[in-house]
C-alpha cells in the first residue's frame, strides 16, 4: 500500500504526538529526557524538527505510551483465504528471504 504522507510531514506528525503524549503526562523535555534515557538536546530537535533515530524514539514511546501500538501497527498482514488453490499458491510464493546477486 502506498502512502500519500510525506516522509517529513510524518516525522512532523510523529514528534507532535509524542509531544502532546508527554504534555498530556505532566512531563517537562527534562523530565522525559531522564525516564527515557534520551538526550535532552535530541529530544528537544525532535520535537521542533522530528528528527531522531528509530532507538531514541522507541525510548521515549517507552515512557509516554504508545509502543506496542507501534509494534502492532507494523505487524505482517496475515492473508486471508478463500479456497485451498489460494492457499497453495501463497505456500509456493511467499519469499523467506532477499535475491542473492
Given at each position: 500500500?502506498i502512502?500519500?504522507?510525506?516522509?517529513?510531514?510524518?516525522?512532523?506528525k510523529l514528534?507532535?504526538?509524542?509531544?502532546?503524549?508527554?504534555?498530556?503526562?505532566?512531563?517537562?523535555?527534562?523530565?522525559?529526557?531522564?525516564?527515557?534515557?534520551?538526550?535532552?538536546p535530541?529530544?528537544?530537535?525532535f520535537?521542533?524538527?522530528?528528527?531522531?533515530?528509530?532507538?531514541?524514539?522507541?525510548?521515549?514511546?517507552?515512557?509516554?505510551?504508545?509502543?506496542?501500538?507501534?509494534?502492532?501497527?507494523?505487524?505482517?498482514?496475515?492473508?486471508?483465504?478463500?479456497?485451498?488453490?489460494?492457499?497453495?499458491?501463497q505456500?509456493?510464493?511467499?519469499?523467506?528471504?532477499?535475491?542473492?546477486?
Amino acid at each position: 500500500m502506498i502512502s500519500l504522507i510525506s516522509p517529513s510531514k510524518a516525522l512532523g506528525k510523529l514528534a507532535e504526538n509524542v509531544r502532546s503524549r508527554r504534555l498530556n503526562a505532566g512531563l517537562t523535555q527534562q523530565d522525559l529526557a531522564e525516564r527515557s534515557g534520551v538526550a535532552l538536546p535530541t529530544l528537544r530537535k525532535f520535537e521542533q524538527k522530528g528528527v531522531i533515530s528509530l532507538e531514541s524514539f522507541l525510548r521515549l514511546l517507552m515512557v509516554v505510551g504508545g509502543l506496542e501500538e507501534v509494534i502492532e501497527a507494523i505487524r505482517p498482514v496475515k492473508p486471508t483465504f478463500t479456497s485451498i488453490d489460494e492457499v497453495l499458491k501463497q505456500e509456493t510464493s511467499t519469499r523467506k528471504r532477499g535475491r542473492h546477486k
